[in-house]
């Protein structure tokens, strides 16, 4: 890494900010941490930080909110740490404009690599007509999808919902979001619709669709778009 | 204060019918004269006497002993006075026809006051016969009633039926206090403040109290004690509008000792409940603690040992990975051991929401083979789920907890290299999950128990609490869905889940 990208941690428990901060570090990451959600919001503004890892549970303010504001005017990636079985919180968090999510305990390896994939994603030039990954390409203007230079017959229903996933590839999109973008506010409870096409979806897409590398469920909250 | 003339009423009546027994057996002899006069010169009247004796035996069986006396002396009198010769005189003249006469008399007399008796005895083995039959009938209604409130409405109904009064029962609290006053309020008796003393009194000393009685006569009510062997289960306390004769007394004490009994034995049953249930929760509480001060020490001395050592000196790049993988280890084991505490407090304390949705199974057995990689690295997973599988409707995150701990289990007694089946389909309404592995299966005491918290197989290696498969069967069933366990006839477990799980309503066109 040429240059050091900045990192800022909001999290209200010690032993949690000073393992990350040695963890970052070690991968070359400059770290900067705040205990509480009003420091955060000020660290963000004076440190324009590449990416912020936040905690839900702060002892001044809500995680969400602390989120909503930071959205107003900071666009980069947001990462959410979150205590288990919290899935309401993490999807109003995904909701609410956070990239990604980890739930405590989790393992450094996983963070890093959460943070590697989600700053790439968001340097990657997103309006470019044609997306890449791997052996698929995905053409948006001509509706083209090709893998391994084969033209796959996708509906319409499928190519939007294979649009909207790959445009967000490495963030968390939750049920809600996608029913809504694809199919429209009335079908919002709907998950059936999602599971039905993602199913098909995958054994168009994916090499072995049983066990997917595109189409990734996160249990309990959405889908995101691997590599 | 309407009972008065009635009681006054009921012995008018009864004098009306004697006296008009008395009358009716002067008509009746009357008129049996009347008809053997035609008779008394032709026949003779050694025939009238018989007719008068069949007459007075008749009506010996229904009258009572003073209308008979009276048949029986008329019936004497008007044969001497209107038969034997002379007529129409109370003279008798041949020493034969004196003794004659004698003879019907006696004749007469011990034919009615026989019968009347033979009647007496047969009313009052009626009697007895009902009375047995209302207390076998007692009994059968008690040993059939369960828990108190029903004995009290069997108890309440029956003394209602036989006494013809409406009686109300305190209880005891099981503290040897009466329950309280309002209670009985609430039962829509409405008793006085001098009434629960007299009824607190009665319990104390166990001596029945009130009208009729030798104590607090003066009361309305009158109260009795329900004494069973080893308790008191509380009180009763009625109205009565005449006291109890003799037998019926005895009755109504035989009524009272059967329904303490009842009584006494739902008590005696409930603290024995109490008693198993405080044994139980202690029982646990201890296995809790032990396992869990166990279970966690082991991973800490773990992370402990090892982190110190690799701080303490200088060691090889072998050394030092191995010791970080033991630290790892035991972190995961840590976690798990935390996850399923977490779990069984979820269903311990009846919080456990179940969050149901659409979900494609494939994903579920993605998730759960993902986690849990390393640990079945050593074994060959064979996966079957049919192409045409439906989605199914179930809470991802309780089936993935599911899913891992019976998975978990499998890679934990099951040899390495052998296969660990996992066979998942539809059928009737149901998604069936069944798991299968070639570990040495379960003892008879282990398929019986594997299911309850706490609860370990004895050679497992594993540790844990003992807990996995009890939040399988926990969140199965907040499933509404069942699961079971059977060893393989070769070798091996077979765990079996069934959910309901109706197919969607409309078909998704793709």
Redesign the interface.
């Known amino acids: 890494m040429n240059e050091k990208e900045t990192i800022l941690i909001i999290d209200d428990e010690l032993p949690i900010r000073r393992l990350l901060e040695i963890t970052l570090s070690a991968s070359g990451y400059k770290v900067i941490h705040s205990p509480t959600g009003r420091e955060g919001l000020i660290d963000a503004a004076t440190h324009h930080p590449s990416l912020i890892i936040l905690d839900l549970g702060l002892p001044d303010a809500d995680g969400k909110d602390v989120l909503k504001k930071l959205r107003e005017w900071f666009f980069k990636p947001v990462i959410i740490l979150s205590v288990r079985d919290s899935e309401d919180e993490i999807i109003a968090a995904l909701d609410n404009g956070a990239n990604d999510y980890l739930t405590k305990p989790f393992r450094s390896g996983e963070l890093l690599a959460r943070i590697r994939a989600t700053i790439r994603s968001s340097e990657k030039k997103k309006d470019e007509p044609v997306l890449e990954f791997g052996t698929l390409s995905i053409d948006m203007l001509n509706h083209i999808v090709k893998k391994k230079d084969e033209t796959l017959k996708l509906t319409s229903t499928e190519f939007s919902l294979l649009n909207l996933l790959a445009k967000n590839q490495g963030r968390v999109l939750t049920h809600q979001y996608i029913l809504k973008e694809v199919w429209g506010y009335g079908y919002i409870e709907q998950t059936q619709y999602l599971r039905v096409f993602v199913a098909q979806l995958r054994k168009k897409i994916e090499d072995n669709p049983s066990k997917p590398k595109l189409l990734i469920t996160e249990s309990g909250i959405g889908y995101r778009f691997g590599e | 204060m309407s009972e008065v003339p009635k009681i006054k009423q009921i012995s008018f009546l009864t004098f009306i019918s004697k006296v008009n027994h008395y009358i009716l057996s002067i008509i009746v002899i009357g008129l049996t004269v009347l008809f053997c006069l035609p008779l008394s010169g032709s026949q003779g009247y050694h025939l009238v006497s018989f007719i008068l004796l069949f007459v007075v035996s008749v009506l010996a069986t229904f009258m009572g002993i003073g209308p008979i006396l009276l048949a029986s002396a008329l019936s004497s009198l008007v044969w001497n006075f209107f038969f034997i010769p002379p007529h129409y005189t109370f003279h008798i003249e041949s020493t034969e026809d004196i003794l004659m006469f004698g003879m019907f008399f006696t004749i007469a007399l011990v034919n009615g006051v026989l019968t009347t008796r033979v009647r007496k005895q047969e009313r009052l083995a009626r009697s007895r016969e009902e009375r047995t039959n209302a207390l076998f009938q007692l009994t059968k209604e008690l040993s059939k009633a369960s828990g108190t409130g029903e004995i009290l409405h069997v108890a309440t109904r029956e003394i209602k039926k036989h006494f013809a009064v409406d009686p109300s029962f305190i209880l005891q609290d099981g503290n040897k206090n009466l329950s309280s006053f309002d209670h009985v309020q609430k039962a829509g008796q409405l008793l006085s403040q001098s009434d629960f003393l007299m009824a607190k009194w009665v319990f104390e000393y166990s001596q029945k109290a009130g009208k009729f009685t030798n104590t607090l006569s003066a009361n309305e009510h009158t109260c009795y004690p329900l004494k069973g062997s080893r308790l008191n289960p509380g009180i009763l306390i009625t109205e009565h509008t005449r006291p109890l004769s003799g037998d019926k007394n005895i009755f109504w004490d035989t009524f009272l000792t059967q329904i303490s009994s009842s009584l006494e034995r739902e008590f005696l049953e409930e603290l024995a409940k109490k008693a198993r249930f405080l044994d139980e929760s202690d029982r646990l509480y201890k296995t809790l603690f032990n396992s869990i001060s166990h279970e966690l020490r082991i991973p800490v001395s773990t992370i402990l040992g090892a982190s110190d050592t690799l701080l303490n000196g200088d060691h090889s790049e072998n050394t030092r990975s191995a010791l970080y993988n033991e630290i790892l280890t035991a972190?995961v084991r840590l976690?798990r051991l935390i996850?399923n505490l977490?779990n069984m407090s979820r269903l311990e304390s009846g919080q456990l929401s179940v969050?149901l949705?659409?979900?494609?199974i494939?994903?579920?057995?993605?998730?759960v083979t993902e986690d849990l990689k390393d640990e079945l690295k050593p074994f060959t997973l064979v996966?079957a789920v049919p192409e045409d599988m439906p989605?199914v409707w179930i809470d991802?995150?309780l089936m993935?907890q599911v899913l891992y701990n019976l998975l978990y289990n499998a890679c934990q007694h099951a040899p390495a290299t052998s296969n660990i089946r996992l066979n998942i389909c539809h059928k009737n309404k149901e998604l069936m999950i069944e798991i299968l592995d070639r570990g040495p299966g379960f003892s008879e005491e282990a398929l019986k128990n594997v299911f309850k918290k706490f609860f370990r197989v004895e050679i497992s290696k594993s540790g844990g609490l003992g807990l996995g498969l009890s939040i399988v069967k926990g969140f199965i069933e907040a499933h509404k869905g069942s699961v079971s366990v059977e060893n393989r006839k070769d070798r091996g477990a077979r765990f079996m889940i069934r959910i309901p799980s109706e197919l969607?309503n409309e078909k998704?066109v793709?």
């Open positions: 972190s976690n996850g977490l969050r949705d659409w979900y494609d494939n994903d579920l057995v993605n998730k996966v989605l991802f995150g993935e969607m998704i793709t």
